[in-house]
């Protein structure tokens, strides 16, 4: 949460110059830390009676399912991988910068959501993009990109190669500027009137934790079930 | 040379002001069109007000997007 300043590392490559922010890669692999060593405990010891924590784990795996039977049609527990992770990693790295402490003291600023910057998000607006391309080549071969050769088929698969390009861009904007303007709003909030206004500005941050990740995983199964899907 | 440079910053500043009202009339609308439908729904079937309460807030996050796009415009504006 302190404003602009990124922590980065110049690295030059044949005579150009790399810039790693090196806060948002720290994060980054702490909130994949989180995500794995939970799963890696919770899936230690499997029974046919489950404990406290696989039954937890396995309502969390019922409500992927939940929404992936709902939004798609058929074929559909083959995208859970992806979509768990995406939205498991997102709502952790959320919750991140929630957290009114400094657990972790990094060079500057505190632990702060690695989603505020938009590398991080671009990067997974991108595999969203990859992904849902190769599961319409996979669905449909050429024809997902050529439907006929016609005059409407030409001018629709320009106009689905445009959403190639704003799809990924919107969905990277959205999630990196509700975190961002969040951080920037409790800024603010904490030079007005310090100590009481943040708190009720930082509960709602952690509702639009929540909901950024439930729509970045709602607008990927919906991307990848209109590319997979035989009626387009 | 210098005048030049400071006047680029007002500009930049009045547009950061303009961009981010204009985008929230949008997202305002948007989010009071999603309450009313919200509220029509609920007054005609209240069983489905927990369901319709999810799609809801769904629909609220996308329009809110709006604004937001409009404040990381504002913000590279304030850069300048």
């Known amino acids: 949460m302190s404003g602009i300043g990124h922590w980065t590392y110049t690295l030059s490559v044949s005579g150009r110059d790399l810039t790693f922010n090196l806060d948002t890669i720290f994060t980054m692999w702490f909130a994949m830390a989180v995500v794995i060593i939970f799963a890696i405990i919770a899936t230690r010891k499997l029974s046919m009676f489950p ?3 696989q039954a937890l784990c396995e309502n969390i795996l019922k409500f992927f399912w939940g929404t992936l039977d709902t939004m798609m049609p058929c074929k559909n527990r083959q995208h859970v991988p992806l979509v768990a992770s995406l939205f498991l990693f997102i709502l952790i790295a959320n919750l991140m910068g929630q957290l009114p402490l400094r657990i972790i003291h990094l060079k500057s ?11 991080l998000t671009g990067a997974l607006a991108v595999i969203v993009l990859i992904y849902y391309v190769v599961a319409g080549l996979k669905a449909k071969g050429a024809k997902f990109f050529l439907h006929e050769i016609s005059f409407t088929g030409i001018v629709m698969a320009l106009v689905e190669l445009l959403e190639m390009v704003t ?8 999630l990196f500027a509700n975190v961002f303007a969040g951080e920037i709003l409790v800024t603010i909030a904490l030079g007005l009137a310090a100590y009481f206004l943040p708190l009720p500005i930082m509960l709602f941050e952690i509702l639009v934790s929540f909901i950024q990740a439930t729509v ?7 991307y990848v079930s209109s590319a997979s899907s035989e009626a387009h | 040379m210098i005048e ?15 961009a981010i009202g204009f985008g929230a009339i949008g997202a305002g609308l948007g989010i009071g069109f999603a309450t009313k439908g919200l509220m029509d729904a609920v007054s005609r079937q209240p069983e489905v007000a927990g369901k319709a309460f999810g799609f809801f807030l769904l629909g609220a996050a996308l329009s809110e997007a709006c604004a937001l796009y409009a404040f990381v415009i504002a913000f590279q504006l304030l850069g300048k």
């Open chain 2, 4 to 18: 030049a440079t400071e006047q680029i910053s007002q500009m930049a500043h009045l547009g950061a002001g303009i």
């Open chain 1, 216 to 222: 970045f995983m709602m607008l990927t199964i919906a």
């Open chain 1, 109 to 119: 600023g505190e632990l702060a959501s690695p989603t505020n910057d938009i590398n």
């Open chain 1, 167 to 174: 799809r990924p861009l919107s969905l990277a904007i959205r």
């Open chain 1, 51 to 53: 404990n406290k924590l």
